[in-house]
């Protein structure tokens, strides 16, 4: 451009500017038919993963010691699932036996299973 022009030539022809919106158009349009076919893959092969090094679920000291306050006698009840495999019975087994073992007094506690 040269000194004194008053009408600057533009940096983007139009055919570029609607090249460069069609690229990203397109681009947003691969990334959600991505994610689209991730979610549908997802719901018939559904895994959880366990990140605990020890792979045992701890409470942290603050509930132990929330725990261990208790005076009251408190009812804990779980609603799952019994055809998810994830709940299955082994870890409502597990789960009781963690309330179990972090009670002080363990013949209190009343484990009762739900009616059919």
């Known amino acids: 451009m040269a000194f004194g022009e008053t009408n600057p030539k533009p940096s983007f022809s139009p055919w570029r500017k609607w090249s460069i919106g069609l690229n ?21 092969y559904f895994t959880r993963f366990h990140w605990s ?3 045992k679920h701890t ?35 597990k789960v009781a036996e963690n309330i179990l073992s972090a009670l002080q007094n363990q013949t209190d506690a009343v484990l009762l299973k739900a009616p059919k």
């Open 59 to 93: 409470l942290s000291p603050l509930t132990l010691n929330l725990l261990h306050s208790l005076t009251n006698k408190v009812r804990v009840v779980i609603y799952y699932d019994k055809n998810d495999p994830f709940w299955g019975q082994k870890l409502i087994e």
């Open 53 to 55: 090094t020890t792979s």
């Open 24 to 44: 990203v158009l397109l681009i947003i349009l691969v990334v959600f038919s991505v994610v689209v076919m991730v979610n549908y893959l997802s719901r018939d």
